[in-house]
């Protein structure tokens, strides 16, 4: 079992920001597009498959990155938080 280091936990949270980044992009793009595909009335086992791929990442890096320590967690979830609001800017600037 490898012990984790307050080092090691820093090292971790740092590369968590843009791990976090990334996963959140990603995530919110397949959001809007299993929006998308439930709006014009068509692909609802593909939305259903979004939504379960989706989730299921979620919890399993969400989960990694709780193992690895408090400060790699709240790093991730900050990146993914800087994701969400690049997704909604293009929405914000619409209304």
């Not at 490898?2 to 980044?21: K, M, Q, W, Y």
């Not at 990155?65 to 967690?73: F, S, Y």
Request: charged share 15%.
């Amino acid at each position: 079992m490898t012990t984790i280091t307050p080092s090691s936990e820093f090292i971790a949270g740092l590369v968590a920001v843009p791990a976090g980044v990334a996963f959140g992009l990603a995530y919110f793009r397949l959001l809007r597009r299993s929006a998308r595909l439930l709006a014009a009335g068509e692909g609802k086992r593909l939305s259903i498959a979004y939504a379960v791929g989706r989730l299921g990442a979620a919890v399993a890096l969400f989960f990694v990155a709780a193992r690895l320590g408090a400060w790699p967690l709240l790093a991730f979830f900050a990146g993914f938080l800087v994701a969400r609001e690049i997704a909604l800017r293009p929405e914000r600037r619409s209304s």
